[in-house]
């Protein structure tokens, strides 16, 4: 049997999500998505040719049912879905915070549930999807969601116990790379270049560094290092970042980020 996939609570990382396994080559007619708002339903159909559908409807035609919406919409999700979840249905958890046993405290006994924190980049095939799996989830469960989530990037297992620290690290991730950029593109403003140049310039700076990183072997120290040549240009920008605190700072909100999750869970 065909497995049908439905996405409840289409919004941004929902519709990465979704147009990723589109471009895995799921076919259209195996999707699903839910939405609160209908010009969004017809907004979703017109874009990706998929069905829209009530919550109720997603649960009793897809196999496997991806929870998308905002962790403080979570609860009232559950509570439309839970009469008719059937426990051989999969429940893929994309909330921030939201843990497995919330989840299964909500639907009926040994519903099985996975945990997984993507990130954006999942729209251009980039992602990184940390998996976790609830108390019921079977392994060939895990490997269905790894199928779902490594169509558009890599995927990590964790315990759940590290779920929150990886939604900062990875989940938010994306967006404290794209402030750097912002701000770095502001500070070629500073220095006279137009924005357009300072944004191209910086931007494939990031890229460079990035790829290097994958694919170097080489530790961040030492690419660093290899960028700072004495009594030169980098070292006194980064003695202005050390003064600022940058390091610190990053670890603040990292932590921040971390808290945060957590406080989700409790509702
Ligand atoms: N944006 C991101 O980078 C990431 C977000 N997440 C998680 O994904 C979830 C969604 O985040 P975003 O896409 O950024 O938010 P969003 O606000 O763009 O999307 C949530 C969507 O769910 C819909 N919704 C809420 N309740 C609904 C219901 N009962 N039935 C149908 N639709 C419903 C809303 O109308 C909205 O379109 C959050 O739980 C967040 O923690 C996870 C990883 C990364
Ligand atoms: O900011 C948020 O809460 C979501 C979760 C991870 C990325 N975005």
């Known amino acids: ?141 895990l490997t269905h969601a790894e199928e779902i989530f490594g169509a558009v990037g890599k995927t990590l297992h964790v315990p759940e116990s590290q779920q929150d620290a990886c939604t900062a690290l990875s989940g938010s991730g994306p967006a404290y790379f794209f402030y750097l950029v912002e701000a770095m593109t502001d500070a070629g403003i500073l220095l006279g270049l137009p924005r357009d140049k300072a944004h191209d310039l910086i931007v494939q700076a990031a890229i460079g560094a990035a790829v290097m990183l994958r694919d170097s072997g080489e530790h961040p120290v030492k690419l660093r290092e290899n960028v700072t040549s004495p009594a030169g240009t980098t070292i006194n920008a980064i003695r202005e970042l050390e003064n600022h605190g940058v390091r610190a700072a990053l670890l603040s909100a990292l932590e921040a980020a971390r808290d945060r999750s957590r406080e989700l869970a409790a509702g």
Not at 126 to 137: K, R
Request: with cysteine; charged share 25%.
């Open 1 to 141: 049997m065909t497995q049908k996939v439905a996405v409840l609570g289409t919004g941004k990382i929902g519709e990465a999500l979704l147009s990723g396994m589109l471009r895995a080559g799921w076919a259209p007619e195996n999707l699903l998505v839910t939405t609160r708002r209908p010009e969004r339903a017809a907004e979703l159909r017109e874009r990706y040719g998929v069905e829209t559908v009530t919550n109720p409807d997603a649960a009793k035609r897809a196999d496997t049912l991806i929870l998308a919406c905002k962790p403080q919409d979570m609860g009232k999700l559950l509570e439309e879905l839970a009469p008719h979840v059937t426990t051989d249905r999969l429940i893929i958890s994309a909330a921030a915070g939201i843990t497995t046993s919330f989840i299964e405290d909500r639907l009926a006994e040994g519903t099985p549930v996975i945990r997984v924190m993507p990130n954006t980049p999942v729209l251009v095939d980039e992602g990184m999807s940390v998996i976790s799996a609830g108390s019921h989830a079977t392994p060939a469960a």
